[in-house]
């Protein structure tokens, strides 16, 4: 069974736009949820992360949106540039001490 | 110099061969973990270690072992390799006792299992 589902798989976005990126979980134990980015020959970094005591965090052009009845969270990445083109893994874990679960990815393209 | 090494970068090997991937970290963590990224199915866990003396198996351990030699470091074995465990193999740290709940990644080995 997969614990954080992720979508869409795949996202290309024209420059400027709104790119947005969906994940699902279902262990209601789970409290904290970062998003990491990938870029080809490297390993994923935290891009930014929320704890369910708040609905939204922001972070430049990254938001967070968190939905605790829906068991659902999303990225948003607002002015999508050509350098966030890059695969994005959405995690869960229970307060940080149990090892991230990941979705599946979603590779992004931003096209000029 | 990388906080996180993972070696190599890239093997081939052949299949039923005993393969060794390594890690080691100079973030002074306690905890490593290993991954395994496929296309499409994201980023899953083999093994992860909490502290020298502690090992615990993932979400996908069978035909893998590990060792935690030392705190910094953590190798993965594949004691028979076969093609389907042709992959991208991550190593990653982390220390949430300092209030800091981010993983952090290797550059990853990507092995080919021919």
């Known amino acids: 069974q997969q614990q954080v589902k992720q979508s869409p798989q795949s996202l290309i976005v024209q420059k400027g736009g709104i790119s947005i990126i969906n994940c699902a979980y279902e262990?209601?134990?789970?409290?904290?949820f970062p998003w990491y980015q990938q870029f080809p020959g490297k390993g994923p970094a935290l891009l930014i992360a929320?704890?369910?005591?708040?609905s939204e965090k922001k972070e430049g052009r990254f938001t967070i949106s968190f939905n605790k009845s829906a068991k659902q969270f999303s990225l948003h990445i607002m002015d999508s540039q050509p350098g966030d083109s890059a695969t994005y893994f959405c995690?869960?874990?229970?307060?940080?001490?149990?090892?991230?679960?990941f979705g599946k990815g979603t590779r992004l393209s931003v096209i000029a | 110099d990388a906080d996180v090494t993972q070696t190599p970068r890239n093997r081939i090997t052949k299949t039923g061969k005993r393969i060794m991937l390594e890690c080691s970290q100079t973030?002074?963590?306690?905890?490593m973990y290993w991954y395994r990224q496929d296309p499409g199915l994201g980023l899953r866990l083999i093994y992860y270690?909490?502290?020298?003396?502690?090992?615990n198996k993932g979400e996908i351990s069978d035909g893998y072992s590990v060792s935690r030699q030392a705190q910094a470091k953590f190798s993965l074995s594949l004691e028979s390799a076969i093609p389907n465990q042709t992959a991208l193999y991550f190593c990653?740290?982390?220390?949430?006792?300092?209030?800091?709940?981010?993983?952090?990644f290797g550059q990853g080995t990507r092995l080919t299992v021919v």
């Open positions: 990653a740290t982390s220390d949430p006792r300092r209030g800091n709940t981010e993983a952090f």
């Open positions: 270690s909490f502290d020298v003396k502690d090992i």
């Open positions: 973030k002074g963590h306690d905890r």
């Open positions: 995690a869960a874990s229970i307060s940080g001490n149990t090892p991230l679960v």
């Open positions: 929320i704890r369910p005591d708040v």
């Open positions: 262990n209601t134990a789970f409290d904290y």
